[in-house]
């Protein structure tokens, strides 16, 4: 049984930062492309981050310079580090593992940027 178990989210004033951690189990983490993906009420869930089994990454433009994906393979995990967080950063995000037409998600973590 695949579980993707997300922490880290919370209430964070603009500016502050938050470290999200997704903790993987019942896959073969190491040939899984891991992503952090966000969505607000209403509006298509969006990518934010991902990181490739071979340590490339990707981001969305309103995240570059802000964000930062890692994965600890020893670990099983993948973070996403955010700094600078502003109030459209508002959201559930997601984790989710990606290998060929095999996706699994997490349950998501309220992130909330508001003073």
């Known amino acids: 049984q695949v579980q993707l178990v997300e922490s880290g989210g919370g209430l964070v004033q603009p500016g502050g930062s938050l470290r999200l951690s997704c903790a993987a189990s019942g896959i073969i983490f190491n040939m899984y492309t891991m992503g952090w993906f966000r969505q607000v009420p209403g509006k298509q869930r969006e990518l934010v981050a991902a990181?490739?089994?071979?340590?490339?990454?990707n981001y969305a433009d309103s995240v570059k310079g802000r964000f930062l994906i890692s994965r600890d393979n020893a670990k099983n995990t993948v973070y996403l580090q955010m700094n600078s967080l502003k109030p459209e950063d508002t959201a559930v995000y997601y984790c989710n593992a990606q290998r060929w037409i095999n996706a699994h998600w997490g349950q998501g973590t309220q992130v909330t940027v508001s003073s």
């Open positions: 990181i490739t089994s071979g340590g490339n990454t």
